[in-house]
């Protein structure tokens, strides 16, 4: 078993010391030059690559070759890209999912395993060009607005508070895609999320409870584009407000955060108005009870009612370290009653994921439809993201705590809308049907 081993790291050692493009190259195998380069290219460098999120670089044979066992692994399992949604249960069409071929991660297995060689250097592709890794994501913004900076010290607890600032607007507007980001490398480091609300106020001037709720900036997730024809108001009269959740790294940093928007063309209205709430919490609330004893796997359901017929836009599960899985479902309010899961998705702290419907898989649901979800957490031991297993851990807003809901986007249907968009489904369905 010892032989075995070091002659393992004897031939890690000898590739790593073959000069450049010479490595040993059998016809047939994959090449990083021909065949893994234009993989991470198109998959993978937007996040690994010098000074953005990921901690290495896959742009060059000699920035990707260390990793290559690792890369192996990430890929086989579907953790890399990052895309935690099951596979196996409900939808799957959607627009933002940057999911690798099962041929692609054959091709990378394939490579890996015969000593991920390089191939001719002269083969591999030109790297794709980037914006800033702080560029806006839904092009030049029609408004920007920018909070008061926040200076988070070197050192401390973590800081959850509100910042305001006005939105500047003289007209009620329709919102088409909304972002918030962090300004600059050194901010992006202290905030851990920031959730951006329109918020109203009485007549003498006092702020009228938390706001419209408008977008959330969290590690990993991107910047929101509304499906066409539809909108959400932004009034007027209402001023921003960013919830924030800052950490300290160690260094002082003045935390500046921004919010771009894109309306619809001033006096136009969308055909329908677009929500993205936080829904089916436990006991129907956003953050609600939780009871997870110490040592255990445990979960917690929740139901939210949608009083008109709707079509779902989007689908975010929301847990803190200890969530792992979460699943939802749509009770339709029939006799006998249906129930029907329609996604489930694993979930990773690091990771806020959105899942965006293409336009045909958008889940219709009829006026008195029930989501109903369910969200695992796992309080053991086994749990790496898990500080301490011998702790019960209830519901909160610090990190430790726990949530357990899911983002749902949607619009609102007339059950007349709803009856003629299910009859165009069904009629489109019967076609492919009928080719096949
Ligand atoms: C959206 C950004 C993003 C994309 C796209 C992405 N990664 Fe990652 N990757 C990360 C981040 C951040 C980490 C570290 C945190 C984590 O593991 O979640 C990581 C971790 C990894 C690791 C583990 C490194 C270690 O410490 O062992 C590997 C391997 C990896 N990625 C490979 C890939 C490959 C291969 C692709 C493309 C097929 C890819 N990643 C696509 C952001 C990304």
């Known amino acids: 078993m010892k032989l075995v081993y070091s002659a393992a790291v004897l031939s890690v050692f000898s590739l790593a010391l073959l000069p450049t493009g010479a490595s040993a190259q059998v016809p047939g195998e994959p090449t990083f030059a021909d065949d893994i380069a234009p993989i991470f290219y198109e998959s993978c460098v937007n996040c690994h690559r010098a000074g ?17 066992r690792s890369i192996k692994n990430k890929v086989e399992t ?32 394939k490579w890996v395993d015969a000593g991920a060689p390089q191939g001719n250097p002269a083969n591999t592709p030109a790297p794709p060009e980037f914006a800033p890794s702080d560029a806006w994501q839904i092009g030049e913004p029609d408004l920007v607005v920018q909070f008061p900076a926040y200076e988070v010290p070197a050192a401390g607890p973590d800081l959850f508070g509100d910042l305001f600032t006005n939105f500047g607007l003289t007209e009620d507007r329709y ?33 009228m ?14 910047a929101e584009v509304y499906p066409e024809g539809t909108g959400l108001k932004l009034s007027a009269d209402t001023e921003a407000r960013l919830s924030y959740h800052l950490h300290s790294v160690g260094e002082p940093i003045d935390a500046v955060v921004e919010l771009g928007i894109n309306f619809l063309p001033a006096g136009t209205e969308p055909e329908h108005i677009r929500y ?53 479902e749509f009770i339709y309010p029939t006799q006998p009653v249906r129930a029907e899961t329609v996604n489930c998705a694993s979930f990773d702290y690091n990771w806020h994921m959105n899942y965006n419907y293409s336009k045909d898989s958008m889940p219709l649901i009829p006026a008195g439809t029930i989501l109903h979800t369910s969200t695992w957490f796992d309080n053991s031991a086994g749990n790496r993201g898990n500080l301490d297993a011998n702790n019960w851990i209830g519901a909160g ?4 705590d726990e949530m357990g809901f899911a983002w749902i986007g949607w619009y609102d249907m007339t059950d007349e809308e709803y009856e003629a968009e299910v009859a165009t489904r069904h009629e489109a369905r019967e076609r492919t049907d009928e080719e096949n």
């Not at 069409?93 to 690798?100: A, Q, V």
């Open 175 to 207: 919102i088409t895609a909304i972002q918030t980001k962090p300004v600059g490398d050194k901010a992006r480091q202290v905030v851990h999320h920031a959730l951006s609300y329109a918020v109203e106020q009485d007549e003498s001037g006092e702020r």
């Open 276 to 328: 993205s709430k936080q829904l089916a919490g436990s006991h129907g609330q956003t953050i609600g009870v939780l009871d997870l004893p110490a040592g255990a796997v445990s979960r917690s359901d929740g139901y939210a009612r949608f009083n008109k017929a709707a079509k779902i836009t989007m689908f975010q599960p929301h847990m803190h370290m200890l969530g792992t899985y979460q699943c939802i």
């Open 78 to 109: 579907r953790a890399m890209p990052p895309w935690h949604l099951d596979r196996d249960i409900g939808v799957q069409d959607f627009l933002n999912d940057p999911s690798l071929t099962d041929d692609q991660i054959a091709t990378i297995v």
């Open 397 to 400: 807003q610090r990190t430790i």
């Open 209 to 222: 409870g938390g706001g419209q709720f408008l977008v959330e900036y969290a590690s990993g997730k991107q």
């Open 52 to 68: 953005e999120i990921a901690p290495m670089s896959l742009i060059s044979y000699q920035d990707a070759r260390p990793w290559a």
